[in-house]
């Protein structure tokens, strides 16, 4: 069936209003701040085939490394009425706290055939292993970062499996919270099913069908319009981690880039093989960070979905520090090693485009754990913006999530009601951004007083390596993370005493061009915000 252009425009934007429809069930119906205030989730739809049809504008990270999950139920069999739950980075998972659950959906409750699966991901701040909130900077397998779930039904015949859910409860801190997190993405799952089945009323199961095709081809096109607009031609870029919570030694990401016509290629040999810490990231997690970048460096208006990413390979050696095999630790790998990939993609592709690739922005998530070891205690978890880079035409921007993330802060009210924690400082952190004709991006200051006992956890990267500025731009200021006053490393693990006060100023981003062609007019703004 062929589908004319207005028609394929309304479908396509009911198809993305069924993913953020999903999107606002479940962050309202979250009981973690985690969920519903910083918005730490992700949800999307797919065809029968497992191919992402639209996607609700979330996290980046969660959205590209998806389809492996689905590719992981699909080779369940799954059946109308089951809900799908897994985290395990080495069966369709990024990490342990990321849990996805993946739900068939049919056009009535009668029918046998599948139509497509709607899929939640949603960040929980608890789910077991060595430490509270999971994220353990000294983790060195995966087994103690968490309960590792494989593609196991939640639920049977649209019933809950209570001996599923009573074994995810048994193995996880607050137990309570994580329930109703869990009960919110299902919520949402069944949602999107309820909207999939009104468009089927509205326009017929064949159009629907046909148009899930039709969004990709359309997608397709204009990729391979804009990736053929490229120069050919081989690109090189490389950077490196700051340790893996065991050394603090450098750890080397390279990546070519080939741009041949409409295809492109980013092949990551040259990156260290697979470390003993945890920044080791499984392949979907480098993937997504490759289709995040093509989206920026092409036309971020292109609508994502499968037809985006067709063009795109990515290849890493297995055993390496972005293809590792289990039992790999990986919880960092996700949050950190994605932004440097993302950095040293985008390096790459500024040779080819230059004037479409901003200097480097912090290029970490700054992640921050607070918890406590009770049974049921509490489970703090943030990530903390930085410094956006200096742009070809702008100043980077300040106190944001760049790269792979896409979260909110948590609110200073909501974090103080629901935790035992005093924020004693929260604002932008002067003079961090890299000068430049147009200046880098201003870190943040999130400073926290912890009022019961406690274990802290970071990681957190360009503590040594400050974002680099380009075409003659300044470099940012490096980030720092102190416990009482005491600077501590990019990924520590400590247990605090009550009126403990930790401390973490993000990086800046670098400038972009000579400060010395830095437009008057933007001098004296620049001069009136210090006074401010």
């Known amino acids: 069936m062929s589908l004319d252009a207005v028609t394929l425009e309304i479908l396509r934007n009911q198809f993305e209003g069924v993913a953020e ?80 659950m993946v739900s068939p959906m049919t056009v009535d409750d009668d029918a046998d055939e599948i139509i497509g699966y709607a ?136 990546a070519t880039v080939t741009v041949d016509g409409t295809d492109v290629t980013v092949d990551f040999a040259g990156t260290a ?94 992640n921050l754990v607070i918890g406590s070891r009770d049974a049921n205690g509490f489970s703090y978890y943030e990530t903390i913006g930085g410094g956006a880079g200096g742009r070809p035409t702008g100043d980077g921007t300040d106190g944001v999530h760049v790269g792979m993330t896409n979260t909110l802060n948590t609110p200073v009210e909501a974090l103080e009601a629901e935790y035992p924690l005093r924020v004693e400082e929260y604002g932008l952190r002067e003079g961090s951004g890299g000068d430049g004709e147009h200046r880098g991006g201003l870190g943040i200051v999130r400073s926290v007083t912890v009022e019961t006992d406690a274990t802290v956890s970071l990681l957190t990267e360009r503590r040594r390596h400050a974002a680099k500025g380009v075409a003659g731009g300044e470099d940012g200021a490096a980030g720092e993370n102190r416990i009482d006053g005491e600077s501590v490393p990019a990924k520590t693990t400590r247990d605090v005493e009550a009126g403990t006060t930790v401390t973490v100023e993000t990086p800046g981003g670098g400038g972009h061009g000579d400060p010395a062609d830095r437009d008057e007019d933007a001098r004296e703004a620049d001069q009136a915000d210090e006074k401010v």
Request: with cysteine.
């Open 21 to 100: 429809e999903m999107g606002q069930v479940l962050i309202t119906g979250a009981y973690s701040p985690n969920i519903k205030e910083r918005r730490d989730c992700s949800t999307a739809l797919f065809d029968a085939e497992g191919r992402l049809v639209a996607q609700a504008e979330h996290i980046p990270v969660h959205l590209g490394a998806m389809p492996a999950a689905v590719d992981a139920v699909i080779a369940k069999d799954p059946e109308p009425g089951d809900v799908w739950v897994l985290n395990d980075p080495f069966q369709g998972g990024t990490h342990l706290p990321d849990v996805t």
């Open 119 to 254: 899929v939640s991901r949603a960040h929980h701040a608890d789910v077991g292993g060595m430490s509270p909130g999971s994220m353990p900077a000294g983790a060195r397998e995966i087994y103690q970062e968490g309960l590792r779930l494989p593609p196991v039904r939640l639920a049977i015949g649209g019933e809950v499996n209570d001996d599923v859910m009573d074994m995810v409860l048994a193995n996880v801190r607050n137990s309570g919270e994580r329930q109703a997190d869990i009960r919110a993405q299902l919520a949402a799952n069944d949602r999107a099913e309820a909207r999939l089945r009104d468009l089927v009323d509205e326009h017929g199961e064949e159009r629907i069908v046909a148009a899930f095709d039709a969004v990709m081809d359309y997608s397709r096109d204009r990729i391979t319009a804009e990736l053929e607009a490229l120069p050919d031609g081989e690109y090189h870029a490389r950077d490196v981690l700051e340790g893996d919570g065991q050394t603090d030694d450098d750890i080397p990401i390279e």
């Open 273 to 366: 093989d697979q470390v003993d810490g945890n920044v080791n990231a499984p392949l979907a997690v480098a993937t997504s960070a490759v289709y995040f970048v093509v989206r920026c460096v092409t036309d971020p208006d292109i609508p994502p979905n499968q037809g985006c990413y067709d063009p795109i390979t990515v290849e890493a050696p297995g055993g390496s520090l972005l293809n590792p095999t289990a039992p790999a630790a990986v919880v960092g790998g996700n949050v950190e090693t994605s932004q440097r990939v993302t950095d040293v993609v985008l390096a790459a592709f500024a040779e080819a485009a230059p004037d479409r690739v901003p200097a480097q922005g912090q290029g970490t998530m700054n």
